[in-house]
């Protein structure tokens, strides 16, 4: 069993910067693919980026949405990956959620986007961009 928690979500301005954390717990590697997703309100959960590794190359994703703007990366030591969001618009208000998945990935094509990929989510946590 694996237990995911998100921490760092928030209120802040048009602009401003943001980090994510998504702490893993139980049997988990560091090759698993932790991705993050957001849903806002009457829409639909979509992918925002993911990161990989396969013990030799780190491989990251991201939406074209946030490409620019935010940055994936992860602590192995810790369990834990992060988000760093910059440049906040208002269109990023929404639950921020962190997934885990199983899906072995050895290049960067094998990347999980899409939520039937990812086999552990978090709870969520909250990002409010005012204008």
């Known amino acids: 069993q694996v237990v995911l928690v998100e921490s760092g979500g928030g209120l802040v301005q048009t602009g401003n910067s943001l980090t994510l954390s998504c702490a893993a717990s139980?049997?988990?590697?560091?090759?698993?693919?932790m991705g993050w997703f957001r849903q806002s309100l009457g829409k639909e959960r979509e992918f925002v980026a993911v990161?990989?590794?396969?013990?030799?190359?780190?491989?990251?994703k991201y939406a074209d949405s946030v490409k620019g703007r935010f940055t994936i990366s992860r602590d192995n030591a810790k369990a834990t990956v992060y988000l760093q969001m910059n440049s906040l618009k208002p269109d990023d208000t929404a639950v921020y959620y962190c997934?885990?998945?199983?899906?072995?990935?050895?290049?960067?094509?094998?990347?999980?986007?899409?939520?039937?990929?990812?086999?552990?989510w978090g709870q969520g946590t909250q990002v409010t961009v005012s204008s």
């Open positions: 997934a885990l998945s199983r899906a072995p990935v050895t290049r960067w094509s094998d990347l999980p986007n899409q939520r039937y990929q990812y086999d552990y």
């Open positions: 139980g049997r988990t590697s560091s090759t698993d693919p």
């Open positions: 990161f990989s590794s396969d013990g030799r190359l780190n491989y990251v």
